[in-house]
């Protein structure tokens, strides 16, 4: 038997109502699956991202909320131009088109100023070499402080008047004062053979 003959010899108005109905659930279940879906995955609608870079985190957090989205801060950095805990940066950036719920990720400027260990340069370094690894960590050197000594030779770091060690912790941000020799390795020693000509001249005569 055809399907053509099955459905010619169907007469009875409870079977063809039974069809309807049958094609009529199924037009609603996908229907409503559809729906399902654009409504789960925001389908059609677009959020534009706001400017949050340099807000406090916390009214960043706030703004995103009031548009939908959703965020997450996954890493942190020191921008010493910049306000503790504002956000440094944020991806996607302003003014991109992203779905309802989306996550933006955050990056946050930190309260305190990192520090960096001081290496060893003191007495074991020329001016040059100092500045460069100084430099290698992000750390600037002011006008140098010369010293008699071997010329350029580095014997000693000073910050913020005081000597430091190899193995001090200074912040990131600090400018160092190397002690530098000038070339003049002699003066240091005439200088206290002067002193002592001196105070041996001062001396009072024997009676």
Known sequence: ???KEFFKGQKSRFFWLNIIAMVGVVVLLITVTLYGIDSYTHHGEKITVPS???MNSSKAAQILDEAGLAYEIVDSTYRKDMAPE??????PTAGNFVKKGHIIYLTINQTK???IVLPDIADNASLRDAQAK???LGIKTG???????????VYGVKYKGRKISAGDRIPSSAT????????????SADSAS?????????????E
């Open 143 to 153: 006008p140098a402080e010369l010293i008699p000594g071997e010329k350029d030779w």
């Open 1 to 3: 038997m055809t399907f």
């Open 86 to 91: 504002s956000v440094v940066e944020q991806s």
């Open 134 to 136: 100084l430099e290698a």
């Open 176 to 187: 160092l004062v190397l002690i530098v020799g000038n070339g003049d390795s002699h003066a």
């Open 52 to 54: 949050i870079t340099g």
């Open 113 to 115: 100023t990192p520090t």
């Open 194 to 206: 002067n002193k002592a000509a001196a105070a041996e001249s001062e001396e009072p005569a024997n």
